[in-house]
């Protein structure tokens, strides 16, 4: 849609973090739904929006030196439906929701759902954690993280709906480390570029070498159970009424309507018609583009250890 969107991040404290690594389906799941509830439930709030809105929610559960580090980044249109779904309610310029209200709804929200899956029976706890099996514990436990700030960031709002693509498009499917962040592989040890956050100059620009044993161990700490969704829509986006509800909404903004995608067309011919650009003009030299064939795999060769 025509509208500003904004950029919006949950992060889980380290006390959840640990009970998270041992019950990814239930807490990414709450995690899930404790962010995206916050944001509507604040965004219906007539003191701060009054709008039904919607989200894109993408689950990353790593930072830059992979330890385990779950996070949901949003991404939210910069307005909504009136509650009455008669007109289009647009943010103030540049802002969207104050980021304190979020965090402590947030907080709130996180920590009902999650008591809720203790007394389910939905939560096992391993080693280290052990002792929150016992609920006097596990309540001491939540009580303490009641009284600390919860992180959710805003980043500052996307440029337009083309920077939003470029976005999904780049960290929608992305893993723990990207190839390009990799240096070099040499006796037995593994060398990647990272970003130290907590710098703000050029210094946070490091190099980290780790055993390749431990950077195996590190990158599959995000894999994901079987079959879990890691990118979610909510709200004005959800998929149950997601076409009726932007036609709505465009048509409040009088914004065009988009193309009507061929069914019978490839990948090419739909990106071409969504963004008006081709993937057969290279992007570096403006020549043609012809598909060659594919690149034959080679069959895997495994040392022989007898």
């Known amino acids: 849609m ?79 439906l009136s509650l009455d779904g008669q007109r289009w309610v647009a943010c103030r310029p540049g802002f969207f929701l104050p980021v304190r209200v979020l965090s402590r709804l947030f907080r709130r929200l996180f920590l009902e759902r999650l008591q809720d899956a203790f007394d389910a029976g939905q939560l096992h706890f391993f080693s280290d954690l052990a002792s929150l099996a016992d609920p006097t514990a596990f309540s001491t436990h939540l009580t303490k993280l009641k009284r600390i700030e919860w992180v959710v960031y805003a980043k500052p709002p996307f440029g337009g709906p083309e920077q939003v693509l470029a976005y999904l498009g780049r960290y929608t499917h992305r893993v723990a480390i990207a190839n390009s962040r990799l240096v070099s592989l040499d006796q037995g040890k593994v060398s990647f570029r990272w970003k130290d956050y907590r710098h703000h100059d050029k210094s946070k620009h490091k190099h980290m070498t780790l055993s390749a044993d431990e950077f195996i161990r590190r990158f599959l700490l995000h894999a994901l159970p079987d079959g879990f969704h890691r990118i979610r829509h909510y709200g004005l986006l959800a998929n149950g009424h997601r076409v009726a509800k932007l036609a709505r909404c465009r048509l409040l903004l009088a914004a065009p309507t988009p193309p009507t995608l061929d069914p019978t067309a490839d990948y090419r011919q739909h990106y071409q018609c969504l963004t008006g650009r081709s993937l057969d003009i290279c992007p570096g030299c403006g020549g043609a583009m012809a598909s060659l064939g594919p690149i034959p795999r080679k069959a895997p060769t495994w040392p022989d250890t007898s």
């Open 2 to 80: 025509p509208v500003p969107y904004f950029h919006v991040v949950f992060t889980l404290p380290a006390q959840i973090a640990e009970i998270a690594f041992q019950n990814k389906a239930a807490v990414y799941t709450i995690l899930f739904k404790a962010a995206s509830e916050a944001l509507r439930v604040a965004a219906a709030d007539p003191r701060h929006l009054g709008a039904a809105i919607g989200v894109v929610a993408v689950l990353h559960t790593w930072g830059q030196n992979l330890h385990h580090h779950p996070h949901i980044h949003c991404v939210v249109p910069g307005g909504g």
